[in-house]
């Protein structure tokens, strides 16, 4: 009995190893294989299956059998030669607008006043250390300006907002694609002749929003899906498309995958991330705020960021409605900005157009003890970054004041003009015309590093993560481009100077995630970035992992720093599926730069296998 009993043991044994050997011969060939595809004419590769995030693995203490050893500068960190995908439920994170990281770490937030709608980022041991995946049957977005009207569905498969605003003509979803016919809530029939009305509302020339070159700066509140910021562009107006991740989710996904400029933020507790002075025209059609709250916090938020003698555009039903709610938002709401000393420029149908004095003649004449008062003279109106609003008017500089406006050139000559705010930080005029000469040049190499790989309208949508004067982006613009400026939170304030030259940009901290979705950029310029962040302590790797996540695939990166930063990424790129482009030094540059590397990299269009299977 024991023989018989031992044989038939050994048996099962090698059943079951036989078993077990077909298994994980099964997952190699269904998941580490790599395949081409084709998806708009690009090639895919194939990474793997779905992999589980891992939180709080950082990849600087791997093991040696699935990494290789690398240094920034002198000491060794450990690189893995792969990066896991992250669960294909992540295709659309934004890490520090994450709602599952409030509700994990707990945070209590006065959802009155959208402070869930804030940003909120993930300490180190919570971050997501793999490769975001795209959606499958993810396509190489369509190129602008057909972008403007038409995206793949397959790369934002979200359909909710077509149906509930199928009577607005915000969105149709025709087969494969998903079509912009160019309307909002407020402009059913196009965001044109909306733009054209107001024009009319103001006189200005030729029914042209842009008033002869006065006004190109506009910030655009509740945006939607961007068209209004859309069809401005032809008036060589830019907008800067602003909505939270709320009920309407995906919206400035929608506007980034048009090709339109458009970022996540919301009017909460903390200052918008942009300089006292930058927009001529502020923008609200319908956009749900509720501008009486809190003392007029909001709106006095609008008059920080409108320029002497700007505008306030505001479609609503206070505007024209006639029952008893409306009335009384109407009525208080005419109080406030009459005590702001705002006047009507236009009243017409369902549009108010408030002005912003041109001096602070009108405070100076308030009777004593008027609400909002004036901001503090200590209070620093261009200090942005995590710094909560006031329920204060902040005056005119002394510059603004006696110039009664902002004394900036009409567009475009004030793109190349030195803005007036200069001497602010002690630049002086030659200095500012160096500096847009020497990226003049910068930029004209960076195209030629570039042009084997791409065409006339490959790209659209940059950004210049350290962007100083903007000179970068003023490079661009007889190009089919716009660039999102970014300037470092910690270093001089020049985003001021960006929009005085008629561009626009954002405030932001590279130790931390970028409020935007995934696949939202065709290309990164990062200027001593690396360096920078190093000499914060912060995580090159996790910068990297960022820069991946916002990059759109096939998207390219240019890198400016110093040799050793260059190495150190060469060491990433099959762990991240990046390729070298080009390599260049900077002696041909005008301003040497000593040893800085320009380095310039390509992603690559992957899909996972369950993506592949679920697209087929």
Same mark, same amino acid.
């Given at each position: 009995?024991?023989?018989?009993?031992?044989?038939?043991?050994?048996?099962?044994?090698?059943?079951?190893?036989?078993?077990?050997?077909?298994?994980?011969?099964?997952?190699?060939?269904?998941?580490?294989?790599?395949?081409?595809?084709?998806?708009?004419?690009?090639?895919? #590769?194939?990474?793997?299956?779905?992999? #589980?995030?891992?939180?709080?693995?950082?990849?600087?203490?791997?093991?040696?059998?699935?990494?290789?050893?690398?240094?920034?500068?002198?000491?060794?960190?450990?690189?893995?030669?792969?990066?896991?995908?992250?669960?294909?439920?992540?295709?659309?994170?934004?890490?520090?607008?994450?709602?599952?990281?409030?509700?994990?770490?707990?945070?209590?937030?006065?959802?009155?006043?959208?402070?869930?709608?804030? $940003?909120?980022?993930?300490?180190?041991?919570?971050?997501?250390?793999?490769?975001?995946?795209?959606?499958?049957?993810?396509?190489?977005?369509?190129?602008?300006?057909?972008?403007?009207?038409?995206?793949?569905?397959?790369?934002?498969?979200?359909?909710?907002?077509?149906?509930?605003?199928?009577?607005?003509?915000?969105?149709?979803?025709?087969?494969?694609?998903?079509?912009?016919?160019?309307?909002?809530?407020?402009?059913?029939?196009?965001?044109?002749?909306?733009?054209?009305?107001?024009?009319?509302?103001?006189?200005?020339?030729?029914?042209?929003?842009?008033?002869?070159?006065?006004?190109?700066?506009?910030?655009?509140?509740?945006?939607?899906?961007?068209?209004?910021?859309?069809? #401005?562009?032809?008036?060589?107006?830019?907008?800067?498309?602003?909505?939270?991740?709320?009920?309407?989710?995906?919206?400035?996904?929608?506007?980034?995958?048009?090709?339109?400029?458009?970022?996540?933020?919301?009017?909460?507790?903390? $200052?918008?991330?942009?300089?006292? $002075?930058?927009?001529? #025209?502020?923008?609200?059609?319908?956009?749900?705020?509720?501008?009486?709250?809190?003392?007029?916090?909001?709106?006095?938020?609008?008059?920080?960021?409108?320029?002497?003698?700007?505008?306030?555009?505001?479609?609503?039903?206070?505007?024209?409605?006639?029952?008893?709610?409306?009335?009384?938002?109407?009525?208080?709401?005419?109080?406030?900005?009459?005590?702001?000393?705002?006047?009507?420029?236009?009243?017409?149908?369902?549009?108010?157009?408030?002005?912003?004095?041109?001096?602070?003649?009108?405070?100076?004449?308030?009777?004593?003890?008027?609400?909002?008062?004036?901001?503090?003279?200590?209070?620093?109106?261009?200090?942005?970054?995590?710094?909560?609003?006031?329920?204060?008017?902040?005056?005119?500089?002394?510059?603004?004041?006696?110039?009664?406006?902002?004394?900036?050139?009409?567009?475009?000559?004030?793109?190349?003009?030195?803005?007036?705010?200069?001497?602010?930080?002690?630049?002086?005029?030659?200095?500012?015309?160096?500096?847009?000469?020497?990226?003049?040049?910068?930029?004209?190499?960076?195209?030629?590093?570039?042009?084997?790989?791409?065409?006339?309208?490959?790209?659209?949508?940059?950004?210049?993560?350290?962007?100083?004067?903007?000179?970068?982006?003023?490079?661009?613009?007889?190009?089919?481009?716009?660039?999102?400026?970014?300037?470092?939170?910690?270093?001089?304030?020049?985003?001021?100077?960006?929009?005085?030259?008629?561009?626009?940009?954002?405030?932001?901290?590279?130790?931390?995630?970028?409020?935007?979705?995934?696949?939202?950029?065709?290309?990164?310029?990062?200027?001593?970035?690396?360096?920078?962040?190093?000499?914060?302590?912060?995580?090159?790797?996790?910068?990297?992992?960022?820069?991946?996540?916002?990059?759109?695939?096939?998207?390219?990166?240019?890198?400016?720093?110093?040799?050793?930063?260059?190495?150190?990424?060469?060491?990433?790129?099959?762990?991240?599926?990046?390729?070298?482009?080009?390599?260049?030094?900077?002696?041909?540059?005008?301003?040497?730069?000593?040893?800085?590397?320009?380095?310039?990299?390509?992603?690559?269009?992957?899909?996972?296998?369950?993506?592949?299977?679920?697209?087929?």
């Amino acid at each position: 009995m024991r023989g018989r009993s031992d044989g038939g043991q050994k048996k099962r044994l090698i059943t079951s190893l036989c078993a077990v050997a077909i298994f994980l011969g099964f997952l190699y060939v269904y998941y580490g294989s790599i395949f081409g595809s084709s998806s708009n004419g690009a090639s895919a #590769l194939e990474y793997g299956g779905k992999s #589980l995030r891992k939180i709080g693995s950082s990849y600087l203490g791997g093991d040696d059998e699935s990494s290789t050893k690398s240094g920034l500068e002198d000491g060794d960190v450990v690189v893995p030669k792969t990066f896991p995908v992250c669960d294909d439920r992540h295709s659309e994170l934004i890490p520090c607008l994450d709602r599952n990281i409030i509700y994990q770490m707990r945070l209590k937030l006065d959802l009155s006043v959208m402070e869930h709608y804030e $940003r909120h980022c993930p300490p180190p041991e919570r971050r997501y250390n793999c490769l975001i995946p795209p959606p499958p049957g993810y396509k190489v977005p369509i190129k602008w300006p057909q972008s403007r009207d038409e995206v793949w569905k397959a790369n934002i498969p979200h359909t909710h907002l077509a149906h509930e605003k199928s009577d607005q003509n915000w969105m149709v979803v025709k087969g494969e694609k998903i079509v912009f016919p160019g309307g909002g809530t407020h402009f059913h029939y196009g965001a044109d002749k909306y733009i054209a009305s107001i024009a009319n509302m103001l006189n200005f020339s030729h029914n042209n929003l842009n008033n002869e070159g006065r006004v190109r700066t506009v910030l655009d509140v509740g945006c939607g899906v961007a068209s209004f910021g859309a069809y #401005l562009l032809s008036s060589d107006i830019i907008a800067m498309s602003l909505a939270p991740n709320d009920v309407h989710q995906n919206q400035i996904q929608f506007a980034l995958e048009r090709g339109i400029p458009a970022c996540l933020g919301v009017l909460g507790t903390k $200052r918008l991330p942009y300089p006292s $002075r930058s927009f001529e #025209l502020a923008h609200c059609s319908r956009c749900r705020i509720d501008w009486l709250q809190r003392d007029g916090i909001l709106l006095l938020e609008l008059d920080r960021l409108l320029r002497p003698g700007g505008y306030f555009a505001y479609s609503s039903p206070e505007a024209y409605a006639q029952d008893e709610e409306d009335l009384r938002i109407w009525k208080e709401m005419s109080a406030l900005v009459e005590r702001m000393c705002w006047r009507i420029a236009a009243k017409r149908n369902q549009t108010v157009i408030w002005q912003k004095p041109l001096t602070n003649d009108c405070y100076m004449e308030r009777a004593p003890g008027t609400n909002p008062p004036l901001c503090r003279s200590d209070d620093d109106p261009d200090a942005v970054w995590g710094v909560p609003m006031e329920a204060c008017i902040t005056p005119y500089s002394d510059h603004d004041q006696k110039a009664k406006g902002s004394g900036l050139a009409p567009w475009p000559a004030r793109l190349t003009s030195p803005p007036p705010r200069l001497a602010d930080f002690g630049y002086s005029n030659e200095m500012f015309e160096k500096d847009t000469e020497t990226w003049r040049q910068r930029v004209e190499n960076y195209w030629n590093l570039l042009s084997p790989k791409i065409e006339a309208n490959t790209l659209r949508n940059l950004m210049d993560m350290k962007a100083n004067m903007g000179s970068f982006a003023a490079a661009l613009k007889e190009r089919n481009v716009w660039v999102m400026n970014v300037i470092p939170e910690d270093g001089p304030n020049t985003l001021k100077l960006i929009y005085d030259r008629g561009l626009i940009g954002t405030t932001h901290n590279w130790c931390e995630a970028f409020s935007t979705y995934p696949r939202t950029y065709d290309l990164l310029h990062a200027w001593t970035v690396f360096s920078d962040i190093e000499k914060k302590g912060c995580s090159a790797e996790d910068l990297l992992l960022e820069m991946d996540r916002i990059l759109r695939p096939k998207g390219f990166i240019i890198i400016r720093d110093k040799q050793p930063v260059i190495d150190f990424v060469r060491k990433y790129l099959s762990a991240l599926h990046w390729e070298a482009v080009a390599t260049a030094d900077s002696s041909s540059d005008s301003e040497h730069e000593g040893d800085n590397v320009v380095f310039i990299v390509q992603k690559k269009l992957w899909l996972t296998s369950e993506s592949i299977l679920n697209s087929e």
